[in-house]
């Protein structure tokens, strides 16, 4: 669950539908309510695939759950969720997090190294 709050980022839009984490395709869809937890912005759900994000919060911070919900599914398709407690795997979809919406964007130089490696 995402509760993933930082600097404002420049996002026009999420597009609902389809990603791919390691093969599996996940549906990315918005929700009016992820759960009785006030604080959850967002969930992941495996056995279905899919990812949920509240619709009622800002653009930005749809960026950064959809960051965090992905970090979720790429740690469980990867196996590693049984390796870590529940508070361990949200500090490391966290830090994944900001990495891609803190980190990476305040140095370009970074950005631009891994435009090229495409």
Known sequence: MATVKNKPL?????DKGDVYVYGRKYDIIEAA??????ET?????YEF???RI???IP???KLRVLIHE?????????GLNDLYTKEQIEGICNFVTHMHCSVLPDNQKALDLYRNLK
Request: charged fraction near 25%.
């Open 41 to 45: 912005l967002g969930d992941c759900n």
């Open 10 to 14: 420049k996002v026009k839009n999420i």
């Open 54 to 56: 509240r619709q009622d």
């Open 33 to 38: 309510i992820i759960a009785s937890e006030f």
């Open 70 to 78: 992905l970090s979720h599914a790429a740690l469980y398709e990867n």
């Open 59 to 61: 653009t930005d911070s």
């Open 49 to 51: 695939a899919r990812i």
